[in-house]
């Protein structure tokens, strides 16, 4: 089996590609963030990677994550980068990384 994961963190969808905020709008800007980790999310599961997590507090995001066959971990705070670097030491604990 391989132990190889991949673990996608993702903020909620209108905080995403804020610096294009003056090209599109947050609808758009939605949408993009979405399709873009769509296309991640496929080409994670069809790696060999063993499991694919992702991370963050976007129901949407959550939805499709589901849908598609990730596991979901809920973001505990409002700081991804310190979530993100937790989850990572509890699957070096479980030996899941």
Do not use: H, Y
């Not at 980790?37 to 994670?44: E, K, Q, T």
């Amino acid at each position: 089996m391989n132990k190889f994961a991949a673990l996608i963190p993702m903020k909620d969808l209108n905080l995403g590609k804020s610096r294009l905020s003056s090209s599109l709008n947050p609808v758009e800007r939605s949408k993009l963030v979405m399709n873009m980790f769509i296309r991640v999310l496929r080409a994670s599961l069809e790696s060999s990677c063993s499991k694919v997590f992702v991370v963050g507090r976007d129901q949407g995001i959550k939805g499709v994550a589901e849908s598609m066959g990730a596991d979901w971990i809920e973001a505990a705070g409002s700081n991804l980068n310190s979530d993100l670097f937790t989850r990572l030491d509890l699957f070096r604990c479980r030996d899941i990384l």
